[in-house]
Structure formats: structure tokens, C-alpha cells
């Protein structure tokens, strides 16, 4: 089972595909995850991702896609994976095609969780962060027993510049421009799978579940 999570920033696809993998036993694939690996165990590849980082360059989507394949020959891949937060773009999407057409695969699903842009602003500027522990909160869904102070350590809440809502709507811009033409691309090769998610995340799981056949 090769999932593809699609969404906007801010609409769960994260939190979606941990308890998918969980559920199905098979691995969460990150692609920021797998550069900070490469980079630590000091491969060949990572070595190369390295020196692009360093000068604040985008890794190339070739190297990435090399990346990404080669996370899939491990062991954990073998009965399937989600890969969340890649691709990004047309061109990532049909060079990551072309690579797993190369090895004999092809994706499963892409799931695209729908969320609206107001939700999202509304969503990530209730987000709070506590400045000593780095504990996360919402002031309406998961708000603490004590205005702006921390559960965990009695810490000072505070809203992250990447939360504020001028800042999710670049992103949400950016997202637009970018990402979302996939959601076309991938309802061409008849694999895209749409949910609400602007329900409970219970039930956006349980929507992806039957998705999955269950």
C-alpha cells in the first residue's frame, strides 16, 4: 500500500498519515526526516544534500527523488509506505514517477485532505507554543487549565511567527501556486482520494480507512 498525503499546510495530513501508519504498519516517510538522516549518517547522498543546505539552496528535486528511493529499499518499506510532504511540485511529482516506474512501482493512493483557507488561518492562529518547554496548545480545541501558561511547566504561551495569520496566508499562497495543481495530476491517473477535513480527525481517519478498503 504507497500512499501519496496531500493538503494544505495546517489541514492534518500529518497527524493523518502517523495514524495510518500505525494503523497499517507501515512507515511514515518525511522527506525533511530523511535528509536529516542521510546528512547524520553521512552518506554519499546525504554528503551532497549537505552542500546545498549550507548555502541555503533547495536540494535539486533529482537528488531528493534519489533520496526518497532509496528510503523505500529499506526493509520497513516492503509491505508499503505514506509519503507526506513530498512531492510538492508537477516536476517532483513526474520525476518521483518516473523513478518508481524504473524499479517496477507505482503509488496507490493520493489522498487529499480538503480543508478551507479560513478554517486554516482560524486553525493555526489558535495555535500557542510555551517558550520554556516547547509544548504546543489551541486556545479553542486544546486550550491550557490557565490562560497563556503552560500545562507541563507553568511556562509563557506565546503565537510562533509561522502561525500568525499573515504568514499562513503566504503559505496558503504558496500552496495554491504550487501544490495544488497535483491534486489534477494525480485525479488524471485515477489514484487521487478526497476527505473533508474539517471533521473530527476521528472521522477523517475512519473516511481514510474505507479509502484503504477496511
Known amino acids: 500500500m504507497k500512499i501519496i498525503m496531500l493538503g494544505a499546510p495546517g489541514a492534518g495530513k500529518g ?10 504498519g507501515i512507515p511514515h516517510v518525511s522527506t525533511g526526516d530523511i535528509l536529516r538522516a542521510n546528512i547524520k549518517n553521512g552518506t554519499e547522498l546525504g554528503a551532497k544534500a549537505k552542500t546545498y543546505m ?42 518521483l514517477d518516473r523513478a518508481l516506474q524504473a524499479i517496477g512501482e507505482s503509488v496507490d493512493y493520493a489522498i487529499n485532505v480538503e480543508v478551507p483557507d479560513e478554517n486554516i488561518v482560524r486553525r493555526m492562529s489558535g495555535r500557542r507554543a510555551c517558550v520554556s518547554c516547547g509544548a504546543t496548545y489551541h486556545i479553542v480545541y486544546n486550550p491550557t487549565k490557565v490562560e497563556n501558561i ?3 511547566c507553568g511556562g509563557e504561551l506565546i503565537l510562533r511567527d509561522d502561525d500568525k495569520p499573515e504568514t499562513v496566508q503566504n503559505r496558503l499562497s504558496v500552496y495554491h501556486d504550487q501544490t495544488q495543481p497535483l491534486i489534477e ?4 491517473k485515477g489514484i487521487l482520494q478526497q476527505v473533508d477535513g474539517t471533521v473530527d480527525m476521528k472521522d477523517v481517519f475512519a473516511a481514510i480507512c474505507k479509502i484503504l478498503g477496511e
Do not use: H, S
Not at 534519489?66 to 509506505?81: K, M, P, S, T, W
Not at 495530476?185 to 488524471?188: E, H
Open 54 to 95: 549550507d548555502q541555503g539552496l533547495l536540494v535539486p528535486d533529482d537528488l531528493v527523488v534519489d533520496l526518497v528511493i532509496d528510503r523505500f529499499r529499506e526493509a520497513d518499506c516492503q509491505n508499503g509506505y505514506i509519503l507526506d510532504g513530498f512531492p510538492r511540485t508537477i516536476p517532483q511529482a513526474e520525476a
Open 15 to 24: 497527524t493523518q498519515a502517523k495514524m495510518i501508519a500505525e494503523r497499517y
Open 185 to 188: 495530476y494525480y485525479n488524471k
Open 150 to 152: 503552560c500545562d507541563v
